[in-house]
């Protein structure tokens, strides 16, 4: 049950929290970090294997490196052009052994999607597009996920104008199967409840803030509760995350990027899981990036690294027991 761990930005701070949460969880789960040795920090415990299989059995003693050459040194907080190459190569990797079921799972370190850009042409904006692309062409969501609360941007990485356009009865039909299928697979929730947030203002206000919750996300969420799933919404979005309103669903989908992820990085930036639903394989990722205003000087909390793998080696398990 090893999980791969992809560096993410070398400059950033994943390899020094991938050191961390090896400390934390070496007795717990084989992990298989997939990177350039000479960027993991100094005194870093580590050993290098010839082959993914080897991870498990070093695992207790020093972090398993399948080690990759990137060519230049780490500067912490100043990404290098040159190292887009050998993360998306680390990010493949960990795609190809997850999915051939030589590790069970994987967790991804922050990425600079502008360095990947500029050094690499990287299109994607985001792991969650390119990870869909690489198990092809899947449709997939991202959830964010703590105790607290579990929150899916039906539109991920566009610009707050192109919103309106983007996000359509399909693409929140397809987000709420989608979501309940993962609640249902990977949460153990026999019978999610899904909240919807409204796009507007007190969720339109009956038309007078906005009026796509009456051209069709009423409609929409109707044939949706017609398919059997149990849906609240379309709800005004700054009152649905309150405490008590957060106890009446188990996970809640947003029609934009920042509508999600505000609420749960305000109440929970330490231990948010950010995981990809609808993938053929397990996919989780800490909720923060790559920090590079504190990289390189140890004050990097590996909270939120650690749920991630927890979660991954969790899943991986429930998923083998299900056969
Ligand atoms: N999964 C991924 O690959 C993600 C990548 N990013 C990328 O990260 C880059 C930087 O994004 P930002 O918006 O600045 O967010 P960020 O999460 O990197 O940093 C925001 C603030 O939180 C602090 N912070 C973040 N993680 C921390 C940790 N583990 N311990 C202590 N403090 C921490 C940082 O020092 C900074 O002050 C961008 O290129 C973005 O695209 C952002 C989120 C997820
Ligand atoms: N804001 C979330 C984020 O940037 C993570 O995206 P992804 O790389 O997991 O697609």
């Known amino acids: 049950m090893t999980v791969a761990i992809s560096c993410g930005e070398p400059a950033g701070i994943g390899p020094e929290i991938a050191v961390r949460a090896w400390e934390v969880l070496r007795e717990d789960v084989p992990m298989l970090w997939i990177g350039d040795p000479t960027h993991l920090p100094d005194g870093a415990k580590f050993e290098v294997v010839a082959q993914p299989e080897d991870a498990a059995s070093v695992s207790r003693n020093a972090l398993p490196v399948l080690a990759r050459d990137f060519g230049t040194p780490r500067v912490p907080g100043v990404a290098d052009p040159a190292h887009a190459v050998g993360v998306i190569s680390s990010i493949q990797t960990a795609v190809q052994l997850t999915m051939t079921g030589r590790c069970a799972a994987m967790t991804t370190a922050p990425i600079h999607k502008k360095a990947l850009a500029d050094g ?17 062409n899947q449709k997939v969501v991202m959830m964010l996920a703590s105790e607290q609360l579990r929150v899916v941007p039906a539109t991920i990485h566009i610009a707050l104008k192109d919103v309106p356009a983007q996000f359509t009865p399909e693409v929140l039909s397809d987000t709420v199967r989608i979501t309940a299928r993962g609640l249902i697979q990977n949460f153990g929730i026999r019978e999610p409840r899904i909240a919807i947030a409204g796009l507007n203002p007190h969720a339109g206000e009956g038309g007078k803030m906005g009026t796509e919750e009456l051209q069709w996300m009423n409609a929409t969420v109707d044939a949706l509760r017609a398919e059997g799933f149990n849906l609240r919404g379309p709800m005004p979005p700054d009152t649905m995350f309150h405490a008590a309103a957060r106890q009446t669903y188990d996970a809640a989908i947003c029609a934009y990027h920042d509508q999600a992820l505000i609420p749960i990085k305000t109440i929970d930036f330490d231990n948010g899981v950010n995981v990809t639903l609808g993938l053929p394989f397990i996919r989780t990722s800490p909720d923060h990036g790559t920090a590079f205003d ?17 979660m991954a080696h969790k899943m991986a398990q429930a998923s083998h027991r299900q056969g």
């Open 120 to 136: 690499a042409n990287f299109s994607f904006p985001g792991h969650t597009e390119f990870l869909a692309a690489l198990a092809g």
């Open 294 to 310: 504190i990289a390189g000087t140890g004050k990097a909390n590996p909270s939120s690294m650690i749920a991630a793998i927890r």
